[in-house]
Structure formats: C-alpha cells, structure tokens
C-alpha cells in the first residue's frame, strides 16, 4: 500500500531547486522576492514563506538587509535555504550554519552544494532507496525507519549546536 499519491510523488521526485545562476540577478523588492520564493517552493510540502518572515530574518540579522529595498540573488538563495532548513532546525541555528558556510565557500559554492545535496536525498527519500534495504520491507518497516532517521538527525543536530553555543 503506498500513501503518497503516484503523481505527487513522481513531482517531488524530479524537483529541482533553480541554480545560483538561475535566481534572478536583478534586485527584488519584497512582494516579488516573497512571490518568487513561493513559485520555487511550491512543490515542496511545508515549505512556506511571508513577507512578514523575510522582514523577520532581516531584523534578526539572518539575511543582511535589502539594498535600496532590493533583495540580491544571494539573499535570495539564502532564502531558499532558510525556508527548507528551519523545517529541521531553530532559526538560530539556522543562522549558524549560514554564517559557517560564509565562512568558508562563496555564496555560489554554498548554495550549489545545497542545492546539490538536497535534490541527491529528495530523490533517494521518495524513491525509497534508504529505507528499502531488506526485501521483507513493508510500508510500517519503512515509515519506522523513516521515523527513527529524521529523529536520530534530528539529535544529532541539537547535540552539535549544544556542544558548539
């Protein structure tokens, strides 16, 4: 018995995030960042964001501020990647990982690596392949093991962001 509907599924599947070079270059003021955003993330489930929440992570310093009112491609891949990672992580911890990665790549470098590396685990999820590794596998084994790697992930990531406050 599968529970995500074929169609959905093969979307999800096959979603590509839009390269670095691929997120507008021009400067966007907030409605069209926000509906920009929208239109990039809405295959992805829970994956929402508002004008109130990009102002939100300006005034907590997460992204840097618009220039002239204008969000630039880097903020902009930024963006995409709060509004995936905060799905996982505090906003705080968030930002961490933000400022780590300026720390050592370029915003292209990081966002590609993203970018990279989530579309590589979107498929390898909805295509079953980490969790069907047992030919007993039924659709509870499966949903287990799904439960237990996002919650041991998910440990994992509060133990490392404890350890390194």
Do not use: W
């Amino acid at each position: 018995m599968e529970c995500i509907n074929e169609a959905r599924k093969s979307e999800i599947m096959e979603y590509q995030l839009p390269t670095y070079k691929e997120i507008p270059s021009v400067g966007l003021y907030l409605d069209q960042t926000s509906k920009y955003l929208k239109e990039v993330l809405s295959v992805l489930p829970g994956c929402n964001i508002t004008n109130s929440m990009i102002s939100n992570y300006v005034k907590h310093h997460i992204i840097t501020n618009p220039i002239k009112k204008q969000y630039s491609r880097e903020q902009i891949a930024c963006l995409i990647f709060i509004t995936i990672a905060k799905k996982v992580l505090p906003l705080e911890d968030v930002s961490k990982v933000i400022r780590m990665g300026e720390e050592t790549y370029t915003p292209q470098q990081g966002y590609d690596y993203f970018s990279q590396v989530f579309e590589e685990y979107l498929h390898k999820i909805f295509s079953n392949e980490l969790v069907n590794d047992y030919t007993d596998e039924t659709e509870v084994k499966a949903l287990v093991k799904r439960v237990v790697m996002t919650a041991v992930n998910q440990l994992y990531l509060e133990e490392y962001f404890t350890v390194n406050e």
